[in-house]
């Protein structure tokens, strides 16, 4: 144990430790004084000398100043007592990441099994459930984005969230790439250093606003890591129709769609992100390819140094005010007077 740089955690928490004493202070020899009255009226001075001749004055006293004591200490473990240091390296420390999750009906493809958002679901859970070290969190987009998910360290309340995503969660159909980058920034936590967005798409973006609005936010410190979910060559898009039997989903001239990776908008929304592009992959390889990238971003961020954190102390504090409580309780107010 070291007693460099000492300091409190929470410092506005001092004041009780200074008010509240003082408050019991006034508030002791308020009964005390009543207490005198009280006495007073019940019987002659003579008489009460020698009612009181065990109470004694002292005894009462130390009590007194333990109890003073004891809320002095409350206040002190309450600001966070802090001495030592302790060093953190970056990659443990985590970060803020917000997944961005297309819901279209394009995602319904099956160029990759079972199908495109049924891949890009496994591979998120499999990310935060065995690499995740921060706070995650969830917007799902089509033509409109929503957040499903705020930022937490809850994984279980993530992992609902995300599993209950499907091509209907978003009632605005279309592919609105910029609108849903927009909701991410705002999700993110605007005092954090590090605004990481991981979006998995298929890259339609039929709005065509991604790019200027990740190079809009990439001024606002918002870092795009963008994995390609599905493939070059793409596949048909089956859907359920009103009467619960699958159907290829047609355009308006009745062609049936077919749906494409597109890996050329999604390296642009990148690049001007200062993030990178990775394929999503037939086993979800892509977000462990992101969070290699993003480990690398934030130790060039960093300079490679971990961080140093003052080393919580309250406990002793605590112990303080335990001890004292007790020795208070064992302390009379009563003196031996010879026979």
């Known amino acids: 144990m070291t007693f460099s740089n000492p300091h409190f955690g929470d410092p506005v928490w001092l004041w009780l430790a200074v008010l509240g004493p003082l408050a019991l202070w006034a508030m002791q020899r308020y009964s005390a ?41 409350i206040g002190i473990s309450l600001a966070r007592p802090q001495w030592g240091e302790e060093s953190v390296s970056g990659t443990l420390l985590g970060r803020d990441t917000v997944f961005v999750f297309d819901c279209s009906r394009s995602m319904l493809a099956a160029d990759v099994s079972p199908t495109r958002i049924d891949r890009a679901k496994l591979a998120v859970l499999d990310y935060v459930q065995n690499l995740g070290r921060g706070r995650v969190g969830l917007v799902a987009f089509a033509g409109q984005a929503f957040l499903q998910c705020p930022l937490t360290y809850d994984y279980n309340a993530f992992r609902d969230a995300l599993l209950s995503l499907d091509d209907r969660s978003i009632p605005v159909p279309g592919t609105d790439v910029g609108r849903a980058l927009d909701e991410g920034f705002r999700a993110m936590d605007k005092t954090a250093r590090e605004k990481v967005v991981v979006l998995l798409t298929d890259g339609e973006d039929l709005e065509k606003s991604g790019i200027k609005t990740a190079e809009k936010m990439a001024r606002e ?28 989903l047609r355009d308006r001239k009745g062609d049936v769609v077919h749906s494409r990776l597109d890996e050329t908008t999604l390296r642009e929304i990148a690049r001007v992100s200062h993030g990178a592009y990775f394929p999503l992959g037939p086993m979800g390889e892509g977000l462990a390819q992101v ?7 934030h130790s060039s961020a960093s300079g490679g140094n971990g961080r140093k954190y003052g080393v919580d102390r309250f406990h002793v504090a605590v112990a303080a005010v335990l001890l004292i409580l007790v020795t208070e309780s064992l302390v009379g107010t009563r003196r031996r007077i010879p026979v």
């Open 33 to 73: 004084r009543a207490r005198t009255r009280q006495l007073a009226r019940i019987a002659a001075p003579a008489i009460l000398a020698r009612l009181t001749a065990s109470h004694s004055p002292a005894r009462r006293l130390i009590k007194e100043i333990l109890l003073l004591l004891a809320i002095a200490g």
């Open 221 to 248: 410190g918002l870092v795009v890591f963008t994995v390609g979910v599905g493939t070059s060559a793409g596949a048909e898009i089956q859907i359920v129709n009103e009467q619960g039997r699958p159907e290829l």
């Open 291 to 297: 969070r290699l990238a993003g480990e690398t971003l």
